[in-house]
């Protein structure tokens, strides 16, 4: 009856882990969006957000860039645009300011581009995720694929697959 209990126990404790690691993957790794930008603008925030009336600045400040969106499908989705310096993810990404140029341009033309970002929008906690480039993209071009990503997807399933083989293997072998 333990034997059993520790074996599910070490194959829940693996999904979980193998879970963690997915999220990892999907937050850090670069994903790309078609969408035509409709407008940006920068807000000065704080630890906590942006400063508002009813968000005073407690604390250093900085200015951050934001680039609304539409999707062909109307869908609006905001992106940040800071820069990542030497933190992580390591994106090392210095031009901030440049980017925010070159978006609004393209908003003002009227062009299709392709993001380049990382993170994940949670409106509940105000994140956003954060613009790493724009490019223009016309009817002929085809999107980019996070193709390294679906590679470490694939990784994770297979060790996965292989722990878990592993850990019924260990415990079914002593009976």
Known sequence: MMRKFLKYFFISVLFV??????AVVNYSMPSYDVTKVTGVEVKRVDKDGPITKSNPADGPTRDVYFINTQHPDGKVMVYRNEDTRWGFPFYFKFGSANLQAQAQ?????????????????ITMFDEFRNALSVKEITEADSPSHPI????????????LFFSVQFIRGWFDSEN
């Open 148 to 159: 390294f990503s679906y590679i470490l997807y694939l990784v994770l399933f297979f060790t």
């Open 17 to 22: 882990f193998h879970f963690f690691l997915a």
């Open 105 to 121: 341009a393209f908003g003002n033309e009227d062009k299709t581009v392709q993001i380049k970002y990382y993170g994940w929008r």
